[in-house]
């Protein structure tokens, strides 16, 4: 089975820089993914991590530590619409045909204040 | 281009009834994968579907099925409703033998049971 931990809120000000961190238990472990879903919305896709190191995408890097099963996402030059839920998700080996099952953690709630 | 769709976006059904939701995928995808999101949870894996085969299947009874059409479009069938079934229901589409295999997620169908 898949465990994966997130802090359930953080807040953080219009500006700053925040990290989320994730850590998961897996027993097949084939990429790591962040996902931003407003309240009400569906999940949007934020960055995929297979292999270890970091990955930057504009104001948003994630980073990826296999051995340690850890994750984190960081958020640069806060903004009030950065205000979301940030979901970790962990897909296992298995199926083929890609879009591989995701197990996702509960969800880390930013609010970003001035 | 047009992105995940689904179908209703609100339904209110009461105990014991029967509920269909539909999805259609992104044009060139073919898998599509189902998720329940009960309120200040994350997703939970319900089913995949890929070339109309299902792939996997998550923990959940069996009053859940699916199944996949020749144009790729997916239906959700849940049985004899509970309570407990009062949740966001996402779709999300992938298209195989991409390297990241992300999952695209449609805006989800609100389910109230009463």
């Known amino acids: 089975g898949q465990n994966i931990d997130q802090p359930t809120e953080m807040t953080a000000t219009e500006g700053a820089i925040v990290q989320i961190n994730c850590t998961y238990q897996?027993?097949?472990?084939?990429?790591l993914f962040w996902y931003q879903q407003h309240a009400g919305e569906a999940p949007t896709f934020l960055s995929y991590?297979?292999?270890?190191g970091l990955e930057e995408k504009g104001r948003f890097s994630s980073f990826l530590s296999r051995s340690k099963g850890y994750s984190y996402l960081l958020l640069k030059e806060l903004q009030m619409k950065d205000s979301a839920s940030y979901l970790c998700?962990?897909?296992?080996?298995?199926?083929?045909?890609?879009?591989?099952?995701?197990?996702f953690g509960t969800g880390t709630q930013l609010k970003v204040e001035l | 281009d047009a992105g995940v769709t689904q179908s209703p976006t609100h339904l209110i059904k009461t105990r014991g009834q029967q509920v269909t939701l539909r999805c259609s995928p992104i044009?060139?995808?073919?898998?599509v994968s189902w998720y329940q999101q009960v309120l200040g949870q994350g997703p939970q894996f319900i089913f995949q579907y890929y070339e109309k085969e299902e792939r996997g299947r998550g923990n959940f009874p069996d009053r859940f099925s699916a199944r996949q059409f020749p144009n790729y479009s997916s239906e959700l069938n849940v049985n004899a409703l509970l309570l407990g079934d009062s949740a966001l229901y996402l779709c999300a589409s992938s298209f195989p033998g991409q390297g990241a295999t992300t999952q695209y997620f449609g805006p989800g169908t609100r389910l109230l049971v009463l």
């Open positions: 897996t027993s097949g472990f084939n990429g």
């Open positions: 998700a962990v897909r296992g080996r298995g199926v083929t045909g890609g879009g591989n099952k995701l197990t």
């Open positions: 991590n297979v292999l270890d």
């Open positions: 044009s060139g995808h073919k898998s």
